[in-house]
């Protein structure tokens, strides 16, 4: 019996279940708002200026993809996993080790053809095998395992110099060319980052209406109940943290390839800890979430020292407006961005109703 033909798959009918329902199963492409903001992304080249277009904006799309991924397993899964910039900084390093990079003594030299499918293979790999240690527990413990784990490969980056060359990093990593073009190009770099965003999401969109989505969301609400109907709870589970981790992975080579090097301060645990503000601020309901949080940190991380300094404070306090404007959305809304603006959308539309009611 499939899982949309069986009423016993039917989420328990609690406060928690009730808001994870809003989280949608496929884009509304009758939104003319989401039409605006694709043919802005598809135009974006034209209006905006190379350091807007990859430091604004590919770069919002880099962390959001990987922001995605702890989005998935969040919204979907029900676990929050602070290792998504770990396996992206793994995948990152695995491009620098196995391609071509400024240390020579370090790296392979394979094509970038090669290094790529090896580094997502071995991602989606440790991302799998730090899930099947996570699933074992629950709440509080998950957190701490994933973000033990991501400390441990922060500090292991910091001190190993045979593979990972120390706190100094891998510099000069090549970047794709073929077909005569660099891709590393800025107007090049931005259609490839959209490019693998836009897969990602879509992805996301999809694999939560299918059979294993559907079944993921189920384990998520009673994993008991989905035990005795024959499901593999914990089999379920690690299979969505291979499918995040491959996600993960993309936005890590993305991230090596925009900076062309790689050091232990983009595993960091604070860079961790981003990912899931990230994630938070943007909503974990909708996959769309994550995007919207990354352009308001991205955003705050960028100009918010500027601002500080203009008004004769220290800029170093940045990270504090990106605290405090945690706190104020989260305050207003756990659902992020995105709870705010359904709020104020279901408030307009009740403001017509009545206001219509009233003239008729």
């Known amino acids: ?7 016993q798959f039917r989420p328990d009918p609690s406060a928690t279940t009730a808001r994870r329902a809003f989280i949608r199963a496929w884009p509304d492409f009758q939104n003319p708002a989401a039409w605006i903001v694709a043919v802005i992304l598809i135009i974006m ?4 200026s190379g350091f807007f277009l990859i430091e604004i904006f590919a770069t919002t799309l ?19 996993s602070l290792m998504q910039l770990t396996i992206a ?20 030299g394979w094509p970038w053809w090669l290094a790529t499918p090896m580094a997502l293979a071995l991602a989606t790999l440790f991302g799998t095998l730090g899930g099947a240690l996570a699933v ?10 994933t973000l033990a784990i991501g400390a441990a490969f922060y500090y292991f980056t910091n001190q190993n110099w045979a593979i990972f060359n120390g706190h100094t990093g891998i510099n000069t990593v090549a970047t794709p060319h073929f077909w005569g073009v660099d891709w590393r190009a800025d107007i090049a770099f931005y259609y490839v980052t959209l490019g693998v965003a836009a897969i990602c999401y879509f992805a996301v969109q999809y694999v939560s209406r299918a059979p294993f989505g559907l079944a993921l969301q189920g384990v998520r609400d009673n994993s008991r109940r989905m035990a005795a109907l024959g499901f ?7 299979a969505a943290y291979a499918f995040a981790a491959f996600i993960a992975g993309l936005g890590g080579v993305l991230q090596v390839w925009n900076y062309r090097q790689i050091s232990p301060g983009s595993v960091s645990v604070g860079a961790c800890i981003d990912v899931l503000i990230i994630a938070v601020v943007g909503g974990i309901t909708r996959p769309i979430g994550p995007f919207i949080g990354a352009l308001i940190f991205v955003l705050l991380r960028t100009f918010a020292l500027d601002v500080l300094i203009k008004f004769g404070l220290d800029g170093n306090r940045f990270r504090l407006l990106i605290g405090l404007g945690f706190l104020a ?21 009740s403001s ?7 003239h008729g």
């Open 136 to 145: 074992r527990t629950e709440g509080i413990y998950t957190i701490m395992i």
């Open 89 to 108: 900084g793994f995948a990152g390093y695995m491009v620098a080790v196995f391609g071509v990079s400024g240390n020579a003594n370090i790296s392979l």
């Open 62 to 80: 880099i962390l959001g993809v990987i922001a995605l991924s702890l989005m998935f397993l969040a919204g979907y899964g029900g676990m929050v």
């Open 352 to 358: 017509a109703s009545r206001a219509g009611g009233r």
């Open 1 to 7: 019996m499939s899982l949309l033909q069986s009423t």
């Open 45 to 48: 080249p034209l209006i905006a």
């Open 232 to 238: 593999n709870p914990n089999a379920h589970r690690i």
């Open 329 to 349: 959305i989260v305050f207003w809304s756990s659902d992020g961005v995105i709870g705010l603006w359904e709020r104020w959308r279901r408030r307009n539309a």
